[in-house]
């Protein structure tokens, strides 16, 4: 697999004590991987957590506010259904970017 950060090492202490070499990329998937594990043990019963993956095609134009409008469809569909959401965004090698949202909605929601 291709790494987005290219073959940059990172150097991290072991729970050894011992230094370990990974990749920047390796680094990034440990960081989002605890953000979103805390998250979802801080959320209280009775909420769920929905993924989606926005990537633009190629026939398409990235352009301001998409994602705004995007989360204000979502919003005003679920109304107080929806109790949260966070979003990042990646470049794509073709210039244009991909978003990664997480909501977070009262458990038995669906999009």
Known sequence: MERPYGDKTIWL????GKPIAISAWEARMRR????IRAWEMAAPTGVEFIAVHLTYAPEHQWRPGHIS????TVAKHLGKRL????WGAEMQKRGVPHYHVVLAVKRGVRI
């Open 69 to 72: 409008e995007f989360i204000r």
């Open 13 to 16: 202490e072991h729970k050894s």
């Open 32 to 35: 989002m991987t605890r953000r």
């Open 83 to 86: 109790l949260g959401y966070a």
